[in-house]
């Protein structure tokens, strides 16, 4: 078992996903952030089935940080009810695991 984790999050807007990447990023809760293409989502909502555009991102951390890293998702996003859950890594280079240790270290 590695000592990362990818957490997976979908934003309204790409500027909400730079925006909050950035902080995670310099806050330390993250080595880095992928913000994906934009995607269409479909979900029910108070009952109601919804469609939106929305913008996905994956942030790289130690597993120790990941639920750190999850509540500050919670604290800057715009939704109600954010997504943010944690995607287990299987395997990863034993440099690429030691550079995302050490850069959510620091936080």
């Known amino acids: 078992m590695n000592d990362i ?8 807007s790409e500027e909400e996903a ?5 902080i995670l990023v310099e806050e330390g809760h ?8 934009p995607s269409h989502s479909i979900y029910r909502w108070q009952g109601k089935v ?3 555009p929305e913008v996905p991102a ?3 951390t130690s ?14 996003h715009s939704y109600d009810v ?11 280079l034993d440099a690429y695991q030691a550079w995302v240790v050490e850069e959510t270290r620091t936080g």
């Open 30 to 37: 993250a080595a880095c952030a992928n913000i994906l293409a």
């Open 50 to 52: 919804e469609e939106a």
């Open 82 to 92: 954010p997504a943010a859950v944690i995607w287990p890594v299987a395997t990863a």
């Open 63 to 76: 597993a120790e940080r990941a639920p750190a890293l999850i509540a500050r998702i919670g604290a800057l």
């Open 18 to 22: 730079r925006r909050v990447a950035r």
């Open 5 to 12: 984790v990818s957490v997976y999050s979908t934003f309204g």
């Open 58 to 60: 994956i942030f790289k």
